[in-house]
């Protein structure tokens, strides 16, 4: 803040912690800019490129082109495109790629995404959801950031769950390990859920 103060004189420092500015763009990762972007993709979709956004879910797009039904998912700043004949997948992200510029693609039948690997089954019609990779890299960067070593367990309810701690084991941990181990928790527990 001070550094701010001395940069541009005419701000103001009166010893608060905090200050505000105001962008005159969008940053990535604010609000406003997640949904300037939705908005400017809706159009795109709508507009541009002729799709009818579905009644019930306002973050799915279809199109028919010759009878053959393309679809748009939309996740974030993510897309997911599906048709029937990949032609179709392949000129939706020509068209995009005319619009926005050079953007990121993945094509084929398994893709790594939020740490997902989600494989696609045509023969059986499935999908299946692995969060394999994703949890190991958890646990090792852990174990590395902690020096700390992680049992798995089947349940957690272990034996020990209703055995209270004597005061020198619940301080054993220094408090960015503390941390650590409480937010490698969390995640896993999310990825459990």
Known sequence: MHLM???????????????????????YGHIKAARLFYDDLNFTLKERLNFMQNRYDPFTYN???????????????????????????????????????EITEYLGVEHDYLGMVLSYHREYRQISLNMGKYIHALIEAFERDTSMKVNFFLTLATSNLFQTRIDSERDMLKSDQKSQSHSTVVKLLFVVK
Request: hydrophobic content about 30%; aromatic content about 4%.
């Open 63 to 101: 199109r028919s082109d010759r009878g053959e039904k393309t679809t748009v998912r939309v996740h974030i700043d993510h897309l997911k495109i599906s048709s029937v004949p990949k032609q179709r997948v392949l000129e939706v992200i020509s068209q995009l790629k005319e619009v926005y510029g």
């Open 5 to 27: 103060c001395e940069i541009n004189p005419d701000l103001k420092n009166d010893d608060q912690p905090i200050m505000y500015f105001r962008c005159k763009k969008a940053l």
